[in-house]
């Protein structure tokens, strides 16, 4: 009954990307070639809410879905891994037009050929996986 919940948040989720045209090519493009302010804002607004939930986090008011209060560890700052994991992250979303999280909403408005990029995640994260341990974190 619980993995209905994740469905149903995901749908509602590939639903508000695919209306405010968060997976649009078109869109990502004019964000990239500093043409619109449209994905900006669209980014701006999750920024600003995930800082929001984050605070909530950090005070220990939000529980997660087994009723568990959520918590975040403290990390060093390793400026070196974020600038490097940005820079492939950006690379990646401007030459596959779409981040990670609009890849199934393009696959489920049926632009089939977004199956490389999800392979590619897909085996990226699976390498991921293998190697980090041998990785700076």
């Known amino acids: 009954m619980k993995n209905l919940s994740y469905l149903v948040v995901g749908i509602i989720f590939g639903i508000i990307m695919y209306k405010s045209e968060a997976i649009s090519w078109f869109r990502i493009q004019e964000m990239f070639r500093f043409q ?16 929001v939930i984050h605070l909530f986090i950090k005070r220990g008011t939000i529980k997660d879905i087994y009723g568990k209060i959520i918590s975040v560890e403290n990390k060093p700052n390793t400026f070196v891994a974020s600038l490097l994991g940005g820079a492939i992250f950006g ?42 341990s041998k990785l700076p974190h």
């Open 91 to 132: 690379l990646g979303w401007a030459m596959t037009g779409a981040c990670p999280g609009p890849l199934y909403v393009l696959l489920g408005a049926g632009y089939g050929v977004i199956i490389i990029p999800i392979l590619s995640a897909v085996i990226g994260a699976y390498l991921y996986g293998v190697l980090r």
């Open 36 to 51: 619109s302010f449209h994905m900006y804002g669209i980014i701006g607004v999750a920024v600003i809410l995930g800082i």
